[in-house]
């Protein structure tokens, strides 16, 4: 009773059938090992693909059609391939403005003459264009120098809000004593603050 339960039993080891299984098995190997794709690089720069026949029947297989598949793989089985190639990548020209063009620009902005500034008396290294200028105007003298050669003319000089006052003032005749003694004190600070940027 106890050995028909055995070969009943399909999980017991003695109603295991062994020839069948051992087909099986050796099948399954054989189609692990062949489902491979190997590449080989030779020295003379060849790629050559070799494809297993089981691979390509199993391919067919998965993908139901010969040309999608195993077309491509048949067509690349050896190509040659040149290492030396130049890339394509960023075959454009860059765009780049000519070193001429850009010391012209550079020479009309160093045309405008510099002015000290006022308000920054211990950096007299600094210069400075009138106040009046900016770049939209800097660039409308620009297209005029380059069209008809002209010339920029001179600017104005900077002033403070004091030295400003002085001069309305006393074109309106309304300066007072306080304001003259003001002016003066500006005035020596100025040319002392001058003297001791030349010193260094």
């Known amino acids: 009773m106890e050995e028909s339960n055995a070969n009943d039993d399909p999980y017991s080891f003695d109603g295991y059938d062994s020839d069948v299984d051992k087909e099986y098995l050796l099948s399954d190997l054989e189609e692990?090992?062949?489902?491979?794709?190997?590449?080989?690089?030779?020295q003379e720069e060849t790629v050559e693909e070799t494809v297993s026949r089981q691979a390509e029947v199993n391919l067919n297989e998965c993908a139901n059609t010969k040309k999608k598949v195993v077309g491509p793989v048949n067509r690349s089985?050896?190509?040659?391939?040149?290492?030396n190639t130049k890339s394509l990548q960023g075959s454009h020209t860059k765009y780049c403005i000519p070193a001429a063009d850009k010391q012209l620009v550079r020479d009309h902005v160093n045309s405008f003459p510099g002015i000290d500034s006022h308000y920054c008396r211990a950096r007299t290294q600094r210069e400075y264009v009138e106040s009046t200028l900016n770049i939209k105007k800097m660039y409308e003298l620009y297209v005029k120098f380059a069209t008809e050669k002209q010339f920029v003319p001179k600017p104005k000089k900077d002033k403070c809000d004091v030295c400003k006052l002085n001069k309305l003032c006393t074109e309106?005749?309304?300066?007072?004593?306080?304001?003259?003694?003001?002016?003066?004190?500006?005035?020596?600070?100025k040319n002392a603050g001058q003297r001791r940027t030349t010193k260094r």
Do not use: P, S
């Open 172 to 189: 309106e005749d309304r300066l007072t004593d306080e304001d003259k003694g003001r002016y003066q004190n500006h005035i020596l600070e």
């Open 77 to 83: 089985r050896k190509r040659k391939r040149d290492f």
């Open 32 to 42: 692990r090992y062949t489902n491979q794709i190997h590449f080989h690089i030779f």
